[in-house]
């Protein structure tokens, strides 16, 4: 895995979310801010074990193991996720969820 390749996605998401965002489409906006949320994630992890998970699960045990504050923020926002499949999006959901990306996305820059 190429670390350049997981950031042009996550710039690409947050970029896109907005653009959604903009123009009001809000369930398509909080899926963007999830994955760049999870690809902000994916960053961290990478930086510090070298390895990116292949699929949720994987994601919120290495989470938790090695970013247990990063796991708090997330955990709760991918209830939010889910829910958009099935039921109406509000904006205070993607808020809610636009502002994890933001703080994971800062944690990354950070490390």
Same mark, same amino acid.
């Given at each position: 895995m190429d670390r350049q390749i %997981?950031?042009?996605a996550l710039?690409?998401?947050?970029a896109s979310a907005k653009d959604n965002e903009d123009k009001q489409r809000l369930r398509a906006a909080l899926t963007l801010y999830f994955k760049a949320l999870v690809e902000?994630?994916?960053?961290l992890l990478y930086?510090? %074990?070298l390895k990116v998970p292949s699929n949720h699960t994987e994601r919120y045990e290495m989470l938790q193991r090695?970013?247990?504050?990063?796991y708090k923020i997330t955990s709760p926002l991918f209830?939010?996720?889910r829910k958009s499949y099935s039921q109406?999006?509000?904006?205070?959901d993607v808020k809610k969820v636009k502002d994890g990306a933001n703080a994971v996305k800062e944690k990354a820059k950070a490390v």
């Open positions: %997981i950031i042009d710039e690409e998401y947050i902000g994630c994916d960053l930086d510090r %074990i090695f970013f247990p504050e990063i209830a939010i996720y109406v999006v509000t904006k205070e």
